[in-house]
């Protein structure tokens, strides 16, 4: 072996080694994660809306949902998911019978509803707080100590000041039923494979769920999870509330010990997401807090 060819094969074994170093020692970046192109039907089997029941999962988890198409709900940071702003953006009435307890008046799978949101903005994100046009500084009061100047550009990754009343725009939006194939709903999954993609941030998710009991099963827990706030009902009671900017966790909360009557019970749900990932679970609990509830069936009707 020749000189000059023992160089160039060190050479190459030097760069091989530094370059699987870096693949090692690098971190996956959550936000290319996000963006990649994923089938729609890896995560979900759509159904029909007589479908046989099904049984929650090995674990307990519900994983049919009756979904509709998300409602543009376009934020900038996931910082304004108060308690105050999730009550009153999560209740709003987007549309007829959106909140019944009334199970003979649910949608059913490829239904749609036609809704006003706000369109989505050119960034995708918004500056929160910021006051709408003709609401500056009280009349008298100049800007306060460090605000930025007319016409100054904001701080980074803050976006573009709101200045405008956001643009509304109707937006039919049709209702599946699905079966997922995991026990958390990949809800911008969801949103993504719907919209070829057009449909990822900033967006409101309306689920619905029907448990059938046997008999009464009383004192019972739903436990929720979600990224980002969600609520949760069960037959038109609402009964857990997860608020702020979280990641979705199994068990994050539970709601109120509740009794699950014989029969069919409706449980609903609203998720809201400003940038970044968005999904659910849930599953039921006994009295005890600890012993995993799987003494029913589950259809979207």
């Known amino acids: ?8 094969l060190a050479v190459v074994i030097a760069t091989v080694l530094v370059g699987c170093g870096s693949d090692i020692s690098s971190k996956p970046d959550p936000q290319r994660i996000a963006n990649r192109d994923v089938s729609y039907d890896q995560y979900f089997t759509e159904i029909k809306a007589d479908a046989a029941p099904v049984k929650p999962d090995e674990k307990g988890f519900v994983r049919r949902w009756t979904i509709l198409e998300p409602i543009n709900k376009p934020n900038g940071s996931n910082t304004v998911f108060t308690d105050s702003y999730i009550q009153a953006e999560l209740t709003k009435e987007y549309f007829n019978n959106q909140f019944t307890s009334n199970i003979n008046a649910l949608p059913k799978t490829g239904e749609s509803v036609i809704i006003e ?24 009061q100049g800007a ?13 990754g803050m976006g573009t000041p709101a200045t405008d009343e956001p643009t509304m725009i109707k937006d039919t939006l049709t209702w599946h039923s699905v079966d997922s194939k995991l026990f958390n709903i990949k809800l911008i999954r969801f949103a993504t494979g719907l919209s070829d993609g057009n449909k990822r941030y900033g967006l409101i998710f309306n689920a619905f769920t029907v448990i059938n009991c046997e008999e009464d099963i009383p004192n019972v827990r739903l436990a929720g999870g979600s990224n980002a706030a969600s609520i949760w009902w069960v037959n038109g009671e609402q009964v857990l509330t997860l608020q702020a900017d979280r990641r979705m966790v199994a068990d994050n909360g539970m ?21 970044g990932m968005s999904d659910m679970c849930m599953r039921f609990y006994k009295e005890d807090g600890t012993t995993i509830l799987t003494n029913y069936t589950i259809t979207n009707m």
């Not at 707080?129 to 008298?140: H, V």
């Open 117 to 140: 949101s706000e369109a989505p903005r050119p960034s995708g994100r918004r500056l929160i707080g910021s006051a709408p046009a003709g609401q500056g500084a009280p009349q008298g």
């Open 255 to 275: 709601s109120k010990r509740i009794t699950l009557k014989k029969g069919k019970n409706l449980v609903r749900v609203a998720v809201i997401n400003g940038p």
């Open 144 to 156: 306060p100590q460090g605000a930025p100047q007319a016409g100054a550009m904001p701080p980074m």
């Open 1 to 8: 072996m020749n000189r000059n060819f023992k160089l160039i």
